[in-house]
């Protein structure tokens, strides 16, 4: 009897320690199922902060100023030329810019011909720092194949600023032609010009002038010209469009974002040009102007994206994006720049918080 006891005992022991090993082994696969579910969030809000590198933006400054008039009785500052009129060789076919230009019983034009004028220039391609900030709301998960892909939609805005500049010079021989015209009736009457600016017409009627000049002057000199240009932008990027992330383990996730992007830069351009005829009695220029211009440029958007998840809400990622938008070109005075936003291509590091 002793011995069948003890043995019962032993036998009971035995299954003791088997119940408590599965019951071991059931505590630890609960305790990694709820880790695994832990690091695998539920769908729901995130928003997503980080740094920002944009590459491939370039800066072409033109020159868009019209040739120099060089016909008989064409000017810088009017134009004398022919009409229908049967009082020949009267026309009524004349016109001036300016105030000035009346002296006493006369009407002065002047033109300058082959002055020296810097061409186009070229800004470079130019790279952008700046920061970016994006929320989204993952609104589905489903199966394909053995991966779970998870969809949702986002929407994002990001600041940097851009700056270039370019600068050039030239020479060259100018002629520089002054020309008179009476402003003196055939009978002796003065003409009354009309108050300036004042341009007629072909066809006509109106006040009647000489068509020939009282006196033409022209004037041979060297000159030099320089040029500096240069671009400041802050550029204000949207995007809004779908995404799809495929978990590869339960801490790394690949995503993939594509839709439609529109960039604003608010843009300034300045510039300073100034030509010279030293030596010579031609009058020299100097010209300085500031424009500035702000239209969004619509386009689209790709990004290819890795994140590592630390806890069930907090992740790191990183991403390549790929932006091609429209071109921004403005200008005046002669001179223009042209931003091109196709093309252009980046990365981004930072931070993801899951709501």
């Known amino acids: 009897m002793g011995d069948m006891g003890e043995a019962a005992q032993i036998k009971f022991s035995i299954m003791m320690k ?11 696969a609960g305790v990694a199922g709820v880790s695994a579910q832990e690091l695998r969030p539920a769908p729901g809000f995130w928003i997503r902060a980080g740094g920002t590198i944009r590459m491939g933006y370039q800066v072409d400054f033109r020159d868009t100023a019209p040739s120099a008039p060089t ?11 022919p009409s229908i009129s049967t009082n020949a060789p009267l026309t009524w076919n004349w016109g001036y810019q300016n105030a000035s230009q009346v002296v006493g019983d006369t009407l002065q034009f002047d033109r300058l011909n082959n002055a020296p004028r810097v061409g186009d220039l070229d800004g470079g391609t130019e790279s952008t720092f700046g920061g970016e900030i994006r929320a989204g709301f993952e609104a589905l998960r489903f199966e394909v194949g053995q991966r779970e892909v998870r969809f949702g939609l986002e929407a994002g805005y990001s600041f940097a600023t851009l700056s270039a500049s370019a600068a050039g010079n030239a020479q060259g021989t100018a002629s520089y032609t002054t020309s008179s015209y009476s402003l003196l ?23 009647l002038i000489a068509l020939n000049p009282l006196s033409v002057q ?3 000199g060297a000159g030099t010209s320089t040029l500096d240009m240069g671009l400041d932008a802050t550029l204000h990027t949207l995007k809004l469009g779908p995404y799809f992330e495929i978990p590869l383990s339960p801490r790394w996730v690949a995503g993939v974002s594509f839709g439609y992007c529109t960039v604003l830069p608010d843009a300034e351009l ?6 010279q005829f030293p030596g010579t009695t031609i009058p020299g220029s100097q010209a300085t102007r500031v424009v500035r211009r702000s239209d969004w440029q619509p386009g689209a958007y790709l990004e290819l994206r890795a994140q590592y998840d630390i806890t069930r809400r907090l992740a790191v990622f990183v991403s390549g994006e790929f932006l091609y938008n429209e071109n921004l070109i403005f200008g005046a005075g002669g001179r223009e720049v042209e931003l091109k936003l196709g093309g252009i291509y980046g990365g981004s590091i930072g931070a993801r918080w899951k709501f």
């Open 18 to 28: 088997k119940q408590a090993f599965q019951g071991a082994a059931l505590l630890l």
């Open 71 to 81: 016909g008989a009785g064409q000017f810088a500052n009017g134009f004398v030329l």
């Open 185 to 207: 009736a055939p009978t002796g009457e003065r003409v009354i010009p009309p108050g300036a600016p004042y341009s007629g017409t072909f066809n006509g009627p109106g006040p």
């Open 218 to 220: 022209t004037l041979m």
């Open 270 to 275: 300045r510039f300073t040009e100034v030509t």
